[in-house]
């Protein structure tokens, strides 16, 4: 298995919060995304300072569609999982109830490694990508 570090993200009670997962599985809660739009463009560069070039992201559906992070995310060149709505509400149902979004976004972080679970995501990559060629 690949596995890579990653960046959960899960929404709860009105606030983000935000779990690493590093390659060994250890969790470290990081201080949420800030509101204001330049502001997310420094932590996610201050994410990929501290947690590597490579870390990726996995968020929510729902929260994609909502949110900035994904858009700047993007345009870092950070790669980001989405994860159906459904599946985020069945993992936090069964594994922790309604009280624990710290351990949801843990849980977020590490479904891409899970290979029976990864047919149900959605990749995203950045559309700069330098190494890409324009194909007119």
């Known amino acids: 298995m690949n596995q890579r570090t990653r960046c959960g993200l899960w929404r709860e009670r009105g606030r983000t919060v935000a779990v690493v997962v590093d390659t060994e599985?250890?969790?470290?809660r990081l201080a949420p995304p800030p509101d204001d739009e330049s502001e997310r463009w420094d932590w996610l560069s201050s994410l990929a300072a501290e947690h590597g070039l490579d870390v990726e992201l996995a968020l929510t559906e729902s929260m994609a569609r909502s949110d900035s992070l994904l858009h700047i995310a993007q345009q870092n060149g950070i790669q980001t999982w989405l994860i159906p709505d459904e599946l985020a509400d069945?993992?936090?149902y069964v594994a922790?109830?309604?009280q624990r979004g710290h351990w949801v976004a843990a849980l977020l972080a590490r479904i891409p490694d899970a290979g029976a679970w990864r047919a149900h995501l959605r990749r995203?990559?950045?559309n700069d990508d330098p190494r890409q060629m324009l194909l007119l």
């Open 96 to 98: 922790f109830g309604h």
């Open 124 to 126: 995203q990559v950045s």
């Open 25 to 28: 599985g250890r969790c470290q």
């Open 90 to 92: 069945a993992i936090r």
